[in-house]
């Protein structure tokens, strides 16, 4: 695609289209893991239930179990405690009419019993247990596979593997599963003006942090982050000056050694960025702009055999460009289902006048009102280089291409953030 051709700014659900053609067909390979290491991998086959769970009938309260045949339909009734059974105890206990067996929460049910009566309701004298005509039979019983039955799928090809699904996985005794291979993920932040945290600034410096917001977002997107060679800034992302040679340099390296390149800045129209032309030069660009605000500049192309996101430079730009697109593009790759970002419907609690034709990513506090309406308010501070608004936002409203005046009331579509409560 020539420069010229490559201009045309993109509506962002044909950009993300586009992303999603070319990522899904970088699928990684798949891997086997420990479990300790699968949280937010994405599994590579559906995950098998080896047996039951749980995997025999056992006691849901500490307690008595006893035949529910033997519960009295009124006043009281005595049965003799034959013994004790704690929990991992598979000791030959059982019981006959009359009978009942001291138990604790999740032991195995002795065989002839099907009901546990919780301690608190039964009177013991001596080596007797009394209990009351109210109690229900089969009650506080786990039945074996009332969960998972053996054969059952757990967790399907293409799902994160959360902490949750971790817990479902171990209890079923698989010790490893197979996910897809972490794509590997260079981040370039670019700019003479920029200086590391804890360096000192000169008049017109500012520190560097889309390096960090990057790196935040790709800890959570199931990714393995990869040093930068020569440019690295001990902090797990490279960092380059405006030196059109040491960006040429840095990209073709990282390119060389990762599956996806991720820069910011540099991308628009200014004396000093590079990038588009050095993307055209070393590989191809897929295509630059898209109609989203903030983050137009936004621009998709390969080097190599990696993929290349580069990322405007404000720093709301490049956190609204990873999550709407470079983050879908990262779940493909891992052969996750479901790449789309998440969207609600909520009420906007204040009218919105929009006066450009991009979709509009606006920061806002999503929150349930009193009578449990979602409601969207926006937030002050919303220009592409202002954290104030994104800092307190917990979503963002998403206001398409074609929408202008919104009243309050209305209903809008938002997106939540990631980790923002
Ligand atoms: N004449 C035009 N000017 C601009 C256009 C345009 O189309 N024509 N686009 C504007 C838009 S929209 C955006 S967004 C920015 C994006 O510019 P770049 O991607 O080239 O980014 P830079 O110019 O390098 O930086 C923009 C801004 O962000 C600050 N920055 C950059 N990197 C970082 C970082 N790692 N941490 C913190 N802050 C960073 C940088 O200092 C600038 O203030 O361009 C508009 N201009
Ligand atoms: O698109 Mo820029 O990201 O508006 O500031």
Excluded at 51 to 60: G, I, K, Q, T, V
Excluded at 147 to 153: H, N, P, S
Aim: proline share 5%; net charge neutral; hydrophobic share 45%.
């Amino acid at each position: 695609m020539s420069m010229k051709q490559a201009v045309t700014a993109l509506p962002v659900d044909e950009a993300r289209r586009r992303i999603l053609e070319i990522c899904l067909d970088r699928r990684t390979p798949m891997e086997q893991v420990a479990l300790e290491e699968a949280r937010l991998r994405v599994a590579g086959r559906d995950i098998v239930a080896p047996r039951d769970l749980p995997p025999f009938a056992n006691s849901a309260m500490d307690g008595f179990a006893l035949r529910g045949t033997d519960l009295p339909s009124d006043g009281t009734r005595r049965l003799r405690i034959v013994g004790t059974r704690l929990a991992g105890s598979a000791s030959e206990l059982s019981i006959g009419p009359g009978e009942c067996l001291r138990i604790t929460t999740g032991a195995l049910l002795p065989a002839g019993a099907d009901t546990v009566v919780i301690k608190e309701r039964v009177r013991v004298d001596g080596e007797t247990a009394i209990v009351q005509a109210c109690e229900i039979s089969g009650a506080h019983v786990r039945p074996a596979g009332e969960d998972f039955r053996a054969g059952e799928v757990v967790v399907h090809a293409g799902e994160r593997i959360t902490f949750a699904r971790i817990a479902a996985i171990a209890s079923l005794g698989l010790a490893t599963i197979e996910v897809s291979r972490r794509p590997r993920v260079t981040i370039l932040t670019t700019g003479d003006e920029l200086v590391m945290p804890g360096h000192a600034c000169s008049p017109a410096q500012i520190y560097n942090s889309n390096g960090y917001s990057l790196s935040a977002m790709l800890a959570i997107s199931g990714v393995q982050q990869i040093a930068a060679g020569g440019a690295d800034t001990g902090a797990g992302f490279g960092h380059l000056g405006d030196d059109v040679e040491r960006i040429r340099v840095a990209l073709s390296a990282a390119a060389a050694h990762g599956d996806v390149v991720i820069t910011s800045g540099g991308v628009s129209a200014g004396e000093a960025d590079y990038l588009p032309r050095l993307v055209g030069e070393l590989g191809r660009i897929h295509f630059w702009k898209v109609r989203m605000r903030p983050g137009m500049p936004f621009l998709f192309g390969e080097i190599g055999n990696a993929l290349v996101f580069c990322l405007p430079g404000n720093p709301v730009s490049t956190m609204a460009t990873f999550l709407a697109l470079v983050g879908p593009g990262l779940a493909a790759m891992q052969g996750c289902r479901d790449v789309l970002p998440r969207m609600h419907a909520a009420k906007l609690a204040t009218a919105i006048r929009k006066s450009h034709d991009r979709t509009e990513f606006l920061r806002a506090r999503i929150e349930v009102d009193d009578e449990g309406t979602c409601r969207a308010w926006p937030l002050a501070g919303q220009g592409s280089a202002m954290l104030r608004g994104v800092v307190q936002a917990n979503g963002l409203i998403v206001i398409p291409e074609s929408t202008h005046d919104l009243e309050s009331g209305e209903m809008v579509t938002v997106m939540p953030l990631p980790e923002c409560s």
